[in-house]
C-alpha cells in the first residue's frame, strides 16, 4: 500500500508570490490534515479535511487555505508569501474522522522556503 | 486547553543504554495519546498510540510507553538504545472533534557510541 504522498519535495519561493501544494492520501483514507512545522513553532494544525468539506481550522490567516477533491487528494495554498512562511508542510491522512483517536500517517512533507 | 509539555529539549545517551522521555499533556477529556518519531528532512513516523484499556502500550522499533492519567503523563521507553534511534521525537494528543493533533516541541534525541 502507497504512503502519503506529497508534492513537490522542495519549493523556493519569492515573498508576495502564491504557492499551491499536493497531497495524494493513502488509498481510502478519507481524511486529510495539514500542519507547518517550524524551528520556533514547532508542528501546528492548519486544516482537516474530510469528505470534501473542512472539518476544523487551526490559528491561521486567511492567506491559507486548502481544498479536498472527490479521490480524497488534497491541495494547500498560499497567497502572498511572506518570509515566515518558510516552513515544512506536512499532510496527514487517517481513514476516518470523528474523535475517534484515529491514527494519522504523515507523508515527508514540503519544503518550502520563501526568499 | 489542550496542551503537550516535553520537558526535555535534548537528550543524550549511550548506545546500550535505557531511554526515557517525557511527555504530560493537558486535556479535558479522555485523551488519546501518540508518540512520533522525526528523522532529519523526513516526516513522521508513527511509535506506538494509547486509546484506552492496558496503560503500557508497545510500539515499534522496541519502543513502549505508559500512560498514567493521575500524572497526566504518556512517557516514551526503550531498554537499550541503538545508534538509529537518533531522531526528533513527538509526542501528541488527539482532539476528540477530528483528527487534529496537539504536539509537544519535540526532543532531540543523540546516541553517542
Known amino acids: 500500500k502507497a504512503g502519503v504522498t506529497q508534492t513537490p519535495r522542495y519549493l523556493i519561493k519569492t515573498r508576495g508570490q502564491q504557492v499551491t501544494l499536493s497531497c495524494s492520501p493513502i488509498?481510502?483514507?478519507?481524511?486529510v490534515s495539514w500542519y507547518q512545522q517550524t524551528p520556533g513553532q514547532g508542528l501546528q494544525f492548519l486544516f482537516e479535511?474530510?469528505?470534501?468539506?473542512?472539518?476544523n481550522k487551526g490559528n491561521f490567516p486567511g492567506r491559507f487555505s486548502g481544498r479536498q477533491f472527490s479521490n480524497s487528494r488534497s491541495e494547500m495554498n498560499v497567497s502572498t508569501l511572506e518570509l515566515g512562511d518558510s516552513a515544512l508542510y506536512l499532510c496527514?491522512?487517517?481513514?476516518?474522522?470523528?474523535?475517534?483517536?484515529?491514527?494519522?500517517?504523515f507523508g515527508q512533507g514540503t519544503r518550502l522556503t520563501v526568499v | 486547553a489542550q496542551s503537550v509539555t516535553q520537558p526535555d529539549i535534548h537528550i543524550t545517551v549511550s548506545e546500550g543504554a535505557s531511554l526515557e522521555l517525557r511527555c504530560n499533556y493537558s486535556y479535558g477529556a479522555t485523551p488519546y495519546l501518540f508518540w512520533y518519531v522525526q528523522s532529519p528532512g523526513q516526516g513522521l513516523q508513527l511509535l506506538l498510540k494509547y486509546f484506552s484499556g492496558d496503560t503500557l502500550v508497545q510500539g515499534i522499533k522496541g519502543f513502549e510507553a505508559e500512560f498514567k492519567r493521575s500524572q497526566s503523563s504518556f512517557n516514551l521507553r526503550k531498554p537499550s538504545v541503538h545508534w538509529s534511534d537518533a531522531a526528533e521525537y513527538f509526542c501528541a494528543v488527539g482532539a476528540n472533534t477530528g483528527n487534529q493533533f496537539y504536539f509537544g516541541t519535540g526532543t532531540s534525541l543523540t546516541v553517542i557510541p
Open positions: 479535511y474530510f469528505s470534501e468539506t473542512q472539518r
Open positions: 496527514a491522512s487517517s481513514w476516518t474522522t470523528g474523535g475517534t483517536g484515529t491514527e494519522a500517517f
Open positions: 488509498s481510502g483514507h478519507r481524511s
